[in-house]
């Protein structure tokens, strides 16, 4: 444009209509950092585990739990998913595990580059098993490799037996799901059968472990898995 | 609402290639939204409204191509159209299979100028 009266006589070179094959995956920046992940993850000999689930479903008290019980066994480092508070990091904490939180805000669910920070920021040690405790949601979580090992999906008998027809793409991207709250299981209408065979249907292959963090039925299981990954 | 990110990461693509080109404008963008994927087209569309504002892309044509979901079955090999991550083959009713189409989710074309 004229910088003395505004009109357009001074055209700079117009580029020609053309078409553009890009042909690119939408998540293609956030895989190649879920593998830049993996690769470190893979050299330190790092075990990262994600875990996903609904809000209440029980991963943190799960965490809790296994921190404690396989103290002295293995050496554990989590990184806690919240959107607003740090009271999961503080429940961590009081275990003696290294915790580092990443709030999210308004963030749905944790991406590769931010576990990619806050790898930079606490270097958890090598030989160890690292929990990424992810935002309670079980939609927006399923898209976003974060460079993990193992995916495990936390369902709750307090849910319904129908929660992996509801959202069966997390189910489909993990590697273990976890039904949880097995105690309630007397109060609850929850058919443990459906809900097995709804998990294959989404997934044919995927292992499922019943367990209760509250009075420690089937941990042992949830142990062996871990130890055996 | 992963729309949100899912909008911006196309929006980034988008104006990264028009840049390498030194495109002025981006008059459409092609995208490939396999309909097995989670994306909420209401959501999308709500996120992509605000999101392209005062870009290269406000203004441009968007079409969008839902591709169909399609699975083979590792029982009987059956090819077969699916709805559903969940649904069953359509030949023998089993649960095995494997996704071939309909999880996408890429930029395929953009037209600039
Ligand atoms: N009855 C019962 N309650 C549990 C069990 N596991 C967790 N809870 C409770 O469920 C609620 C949510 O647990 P939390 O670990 O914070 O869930 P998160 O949002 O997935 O991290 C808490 O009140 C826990 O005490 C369980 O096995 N049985
Ligand atoms: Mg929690
Ligand atoms: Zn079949």
Redesign the pocket.
Known sequence: MCATCGCDTVTTKKASRQVVEVERDVLHENNLLAERNRGYFLAKDILAINLV?S????????LERTLTDMKGQCTFAVIEGDQQTTN?ADRIHATGTKVTQINTGKGCHLDAHMIHHALEGMRPPGESILFI?NV?NLVCPAMFDLGEKQRVV?MSVTEGDDKPLKYPDMFYSSTLCII??T??LPYVPFDIEKARSNVHKVKADLPIIEL???SGEGLNVWYEWLLSK | MHELSIVTGIIDIALREAEKAHADMIEAIELDIGCLTTIEMTAFDFAWRQAIKGTLLEGCTRIVNRIEGRARCLDCDTVFGLQQVYDACTGCGSHWIAIEEGRQLSVRALTIS
């Open positions: 689930s809000p209440g479903s029980g991963k943190t008290t799960l999961d405790e309670g936390v949880n709250k105690d309630l209760s963090c509250l």
